[in-house]
């Protein structure tokens, strides 16, 4: 077996270990574009989703800009290319901005969504016998630092009144968890769709818990000092896009669907099951409720000793952007 796998970590005994992959580890930031005319806004995405989305609900059209879109696995490495300047704007969890706040990052959160949690989940092998986080005392658990998953995981824990060095953490990437869980190699795998979505399809995972009741999570749009200085009315029409993108697709689940599987080689019955639970509300605006939220995650992460002391994360929230519905 791996020795990383097999190796007891205690979280905080190395704040910086535990930052997100820098910019060199993170995939091309060349990708399609969209408009033809105007200053260019370079936006990241997580596997396709939110060009997908706009594309799918017609929000693509017309633009009095360009879009430069740039694709990633999952947050970190995107957050890693904002705070570079490689890019402009992106979204990511809660989970993951606060790891980047934390390490002293200027970068500021302009806008959230609300998060249901149910495509947040914690999965098993399907023949496993753990039915609760007290069966994973002892065993292995991987999930992205940082991540969505990654506070899952700590929320389940402080739900059964249990600390992180009760389990094995495995930090791994997506793909390489995936195959762990399959293999055996890890007993179990905090991860969102369409990821969680594809190991319950094709590889018969079981999901043992989700965010939803758990923990409370928000999205946020993460924009740099530059783009917040150059570029506010190309964010703020892209955000109002992506809003009303988000509010078509609640009601018209198949199409997305369709055009996410299309779009990104997603199997469209992985493709269906992620649309109906990726259930998002975009806010007009940042509200006191968004920052009391990701406050909590902030705590979480600091009394797990994640991040080395607590966190303000009104200091990184810009609550100036009112988006049109």
Same mark, same amino acid.
């Given at each position: 077996m791996n020795t990383f796998l097999s190796r007891r970590t205690v979280l905080g005994a190395s704040f910086f270990s535990l930052l997100p992959l820098p910019l060199e580890a993170a995939p091309g930031l060349s990708g399609p574009v969209d408009g033809s005319s105007g200053p260019t806004l370079f936006v990241g995405d997580q596997k396709g989703g939110v060009r997908s989305l706009l594309r799918a609900a017609g929000q693509l059209t017309q633009l009095p800009y360009r879009i430069?879109?740039?694709?990633?696995?999952?947050?970190?490495? /995107?957050? !890693?290319?904002?705070?570079?300047?490689?890019?402009?704007?992106?979204?990511?969890?809660?989970?993951?901005?606060?790891?980047?706040?934390?390490?002293?990052? !200027? /970068?500021?959160?302009?806008?959230?969504?609300?998060?249901?949690?149910?495509?947040?989940?914690l999965l098993v092998p399907r023949n496993s016998n753990v039915r609760s986080m007290r069966d994973l005392i002892g065993r292995r658990v991987a999930f992205v630092k940082g991540s969505p998953g990654h506070l899952l995981v700590l929320a389940a824990l402080q739900s059964e009144s249990l600390d992180i060095g009760q389990i094995v953490q495995a930090p791994l990437a997506a793909a390489n968890a995936r195959m762990a869980l399959s293999s055996g190699s890890i007993d179990a795998w905090a991860i969102w769709d369409p990821y969680a979505a594809t190991a319950e399809l094709e590889d018969h995972a079981r999901i043992l818990l989700t965010a939803h009741g758990l923990v409370n999570e928000v999205e946020c749009g993460i924009a740099s000092d530059a783009a917040i200085a150059k570029k506010r009315a190309e964010l703020t029409d892209f955000m109002s896009r992506v809003g009303k993108a988000l509010a078509w697709g609640v009601a018209h689940l198949e199409e997305r669907a369709l055009a996410f599987s299309h779009d990104t080689g997603t199997p469209l019955d992985i493709a269906r099951v992620s649309s109906s639970r990726m259930v998002m509300t975009a806010l007009p605006s940042v509200t006191d409720e968004v920052i009391a939220i990701h406050q909590k995650v902030a705590d979480l992460y600091q009394s797990a000793r994640v991040i080395p002391s607590r966190l303000n994360v009104a200091d990184f929230y810009d609550r100036s952007f009112l988006i049109p519905a």
């Open positions: 430069q879109w740039a694709s990633f696995p999952v947050g970190a490495p /995107l957050i !890693s290319a904002i705070a570079s300047g490689a890019l402009d704007f992106g979204y990511v969890g809660d989970a993951t901005a606060t790891f980047t706040f934390a390490s002293g990052s !200027s /970068l500021k959160a302009i806008s959230a969504w609300h998060v249901d949690g149910k495509s947040n989940a």
